[in-house]
């Protein structure tokens, strides 16, 4: 157990108690320190990590049982040990209806203490474990999530399944809502690290000093509110994966300092001097070209390379074919059973509208459309009146040359626009095939995008 794991906090608001118990637990190899007021334990809780608390029943200003209970409302699970006499029986027990692990009474043993430390220590840690494992087994659950049998489904599981034991470096690729943390954690409950934390961090949700203290921790007194140090990311997901979503989005001063993590396979605490180790696989993820994030000075290409080492790509909902009513099906059962609905699947007609519709939103978008859908359905089967607005009148676009009516006919730019959309939809979004397909180089196909033809999401490399 680390030494973390061994500090104790002794409060008896009797001096003497609290020196001669500090001294035998030292002795026994615990870090065990004391205070004598039930107000300077919770102050010390607060600034402070302990892993284990032994009271007495009996103190000034507050009894042991409310003690207990502020304690373990700070720190759920934490265990508290009380040392009662013989006629406070009544009160230990109610002390362990509040949540106590266990009480010693007095006169008591040292050694007999020691036991029952070392007893709820084992049993706090064990407990922590089982959190762990119950995360981990759920994670796995949603690998379900991962549906689909289509050509780009099967090529991207096939890939994830040959990288997913290595130690190798993985970028995951794809439009926003197709799904990239779940793939992430595809790879994690696939891998060697199954049984270590998978810890996720969305680079574009914080400002830059935020983000760093995050991914690389704080020493005490780093900044205004560090009030205790606090190891990071990189740190917590030791033994496990750290997924840095939307890495894209990173600001190029923390670029800097990620690549010299990952290169070091060290960090250093924001207000720190001391270089730490860390033991954890990368995984990045972004909907972003980071190709052209290079070429335009927005994205560091040598972070690039050190973390492009095997790339995944998560299609488009929109060149799955039929996984979409897969999915759509996998959905339904879900929130039919949450709500104790008894829905069977989709109508004909209402599959014909969801093959039909583009999904910008990807996943995401066809998971709302269906949690609605669920809501609203009537009968047994969600029909085309239970579909969004937007989905139900949706008509697909053609190119429309030989008609005669001037209402249907398009403009150049429109004619270019759809088939440039058309194009990048046939090749799965690599714009450099489609480049070549269109006759355009890079830039070109770029400035074209840039002007109008943008996909309605984020296309991807």
């Not at 870090?31 to 334990?41: F, L, M, R």
């Not at 990288?163 to 992430?184: H, M, P, Q, Y």
């Not at 070429?295 to 488009?316: A, C, G, Q, T």
Request: net charge negative; glycine share 6%.
């Amino acid at each position: 157990m680390s030494h973390m794991g061994r500090r104790i906090l002794i409060i008896d608001d009797d001096e003497t108690m609290c020196e001669v118990l500090t001294a035998e637990l030292r002795r026994r190899q615990f870090d065990a320190t004391s205070v004598t007021s039930p107000q300077d334990a919770l102050a010390r809780f607060e600034r402070e990590d302990f892993a284990l608390v032994v009271t007495d029943v009996n103190m000034a200003g507050m009894s042991g049982v409310v003690l207990c209970e502020q304690l373990l409302a700070r720190r759920e699970g934490i265990p508290v040990i009380f040392v009662t006499a013989h006629a406070d029986m009544d009160t230990a027990i109610a002390a362990i209806r509040a949540g106590a692990y266990d009480f010693v009474t007095k006169p008591f043993d040292m050694d007999e203490l020691a036991l029952t430390i070392e007893r709820a220590l084992r049993h706090a840690a064990l407990r922590e474990e089982v959190k762990r494992l119950r995360k981990a087994v759920n994670g796995a659950e949603r690998l379900e999530d991962i549906l689909g049998t289509s050509p780009e489904m099967l090529k991207m599981r096939d890939l994830l399944a040959r990288v997913a034991d290595s130690e190798t470096t993985v970028l995951i690729t794809g439009e926003s809502g197709t799904g990239k943390e779940l793939v992430a954690k595809a790879l994690h409950a696939k891998s060697g690290r199954k049984a270590g934390p998978f810890v996720a961090i969305n680079c574009a949700a914080m400002p830059e000093h935020l983000l760093e203290s995050e991914l690389f921790g704080h020493t005490k007194g780093a900044f205004t509110d560090a009030r205790m140090a606090r190891p990071g990311l990189f740190i917590k997901a030791s033994g496990g994966t750290l997924f840095l979503d939307e890495i894209g989005e990173m600001p190029p001063g923390m670029q800097a300092k990620l690549l010299r993590a990952l290169q070091e396979r060290t960090v250093r605490a924001v207000g720190g001097d001391q270089e730490q180790p860390f033991d954890a696989r990368i995984i990045a993820a972004t909907n972003r070209d980071l190709e052209r994030e290079v070429e335009e000075k927005r994205f560091r290409e040598d972070l690039f390379y050190r973390i492009n080492v095997v790339r995944i790509h998560v299609p488009p909902l929109s060149a799955r074919g039929g996984d979409i009513l897969a999915i759509a099906q996998h959905f339904i059962e879900r929130f039919a059973a949450q709500s104790r609905r008894p829905l069977l699947g989709l109508t004909s007609a209402a599959a014909e509208k969801l093959l039909a519709y583009p999904w910008p939103g990807n996943v995401r978008e066809l998971q709302n459309c269906v949690e609605r859908a669920v809501a609203l359905a009537q009968f047994d089967q969600i029909g085309v009146e239970d579909l969004p607005e937007k989905i139900k009148d949706y008509k697909a676009a053609h190119l429309s040359v030989e008609s005669n009516d001037p209402t249907e006919l398009l403009s150049m730019d429109e004619v270019e626009r759809r088939y440039i959309l058309k194009v990048l939809e046939a090749v799965g979004g690599n714009k450099t095939l489609a480049a070549q397909v269109l006759g355009f180089d890079r830039r070109t196909l770029y400035r074209k995008l840039d002007r109008g033809a943008r996909p309605t999401t984020s296309p991807h490399g």
